[in-house]
């Protein structure tokens, strides 16, 4: 059997015994809460002396004065964390996750190949990209990672395992393994639980994951599900130490990644809203109605402001209602700033304020992904999240990316 797309990796976790320890060590992925930064305020408070919230940079913090010494620290620290984060050789872990609504979200962490990851729209490669990738998002990300010498990911990746053949596999066996941590995640994630898999079992799975890819062969093997830029970043420093000779055995040839079953229960994808502020709101509503009177509309939103909210037509540009919703944006020509949100009721608190307006609009279905990404290539940029802010997923493990 040769070396897997999806493999096993040497993995580094604390050696805490404590469970308060866990909880004060792991963080929420770095793009979430980007307009609340008393969230992370708050994060700061709760930290433990060895966090990953040390190594991390919040996008919350770009383009204020905590960027500075957010970057500052995590060269500072992350050399430390080094020295004492206990590396589990070639091996994955199973993840079981209670989210905050009380769903269990099973997953494995392993290591990822890069040379099989594309994400440009057109890509045909076994990994594929979901959404459309904003490439001015990556060279902050990759300026960070050409500094580390660990990576910590954030990243899920979907499997469409409906032969049980890789995560309820090791569900099936999780008695037989040993467990790593069990603890409650800070600021309501829920409670997390993982096991070690190595050993038998760990050959075991690597034969049914081979055998998985090879039914998979010549069309899409693993979709991206969530941090599709923090992989894009991965992907784009791993081509540059390529220009600049790198060996193919580089460890920054793998990205380390948590697999999950497309079909899980637990797995719902949740919309992704628009916040558009520092407009003039009247303006922007204008445009839209006008944009849809020329193009057609067979789609609708709901547009939120200070004032209340109403529905507005979405001009017929795209199959999805937020496709046709951001590519008006992008092509408008009024000059706003953007964010994407996670949550109804976040949307509606931020848009309250007299230059905002908030756009609740469809994504799509998770049945329909693997199909959409086949017929149409990538996802519209933010079309979906993997459940509301506080299920993604908080840095645990994390990797050696230097030699």
């Known amino acids: ?9 040497d993995i580094l976790l604390p050696p805490f015994d404590d469970p308060a320890e866990w909880s004060a060590y792991s963080v929420i992925a770095c793009d979430q809460f980007t307009s609340e930064p008393e969230y992370w305020e708050k994060a700061e408070k709760l930290s433990g002396a060895l966090s990953t919230l040390d190594m991390i940079l919040p996008e ?43 769903g269990v979200r099973r997953g494995i962490v392993g290591s990822i190949d890069l040379e099989e990851y594309d994400y440009t729209p057109s890509s045909a490669s076994p990994v594929r990209a979901t959404e459309k990738t904003v490439v001015e998002r990556i060279p902050p990300r990759v300026e960070i990672r050409r500094g580390a010498p660990i990576e910590l990911p954030h990243v899920m990746v979907f499997a469409d395992d409906r032969k049980g053949m890789l995560i309820q596999y090791l569900c099936d066996r999780r008695e037989s393994l040993r467990r790593l941590y069990d603890f409650d995640l800070m600021l309501g994630g829920g409670h997390i639980t993982a096991y070690l898999v190595d050993g038998e079992i760990l050959r075991a799975l690597l034969c049914n994951i081979a055998d998985y890819e090879a039914e998979k062969s010549g069309s899409v093997v693993y979709a991206m599900g969530d941090g599709n830029h923090s992989l894009a970043s991965a992907k784009a420093y791993w081509e540059q130490l390529k220009a600049d000779g790198a060996a193919p ?11 999950v079953d497309l079909g899980d229960g637990a797995i719902a994808f949740e919309p992704i809203y628009r916040l558009i502020t520092n407009c003039d709101t009247e303006k922007l509503i204008s445009a839209l109605r006008e944009s849809a009177e020329k193009h057609g509309s067979k789609k609708t939103a709901v547009a939120v402001t200070a004032d209340g909210e109403r529905e507005v037509s979405l001009p017929d540009l795209h199959p999805l209602a937020i496709g046709c919703l951001q590519q008006f944006l992008d092509t408008c020509g009024l000059t706003f700033d953007c964010d994407y949100i996670h949550g109804e009721d976040t949307l509606r608190t931020l848009s309250r304020r007299p230059d905002a307006v908030g756009f609740l609009c469809g994504g799509i279905e998770k049945s329909e992904l693997f199909d959409y990404v086949t017929r149409h290539g990538v996802l519209p940029r933010k079309t979906f999240s993997m459940g509301e802010a506080r299920s993604k997923r908080y840095y645990l493990e994390a990797r050696k990316i230097t030699f």
């Open 60 to 102: 919350a913090y770009l383009g204020t004065n905590k960027e500075a010494a957010a970057k500052w620290r995590i060269a500072e620290k992350m050399p430390l964390a080094l020295q004492k984060l206990h590396c589990y050789k070639s091996s994955m872990v199973y993840v079981e996750r209670v989210l905050p609504d009380g």
């Open 249 to 259: 055995d580089h460890p920054a040839r793998r990205a380390l990644v948590e697999l």
């Open 1 to 9: 059997m040769g070396e897997t797309i999806f493999g096993a990796a």
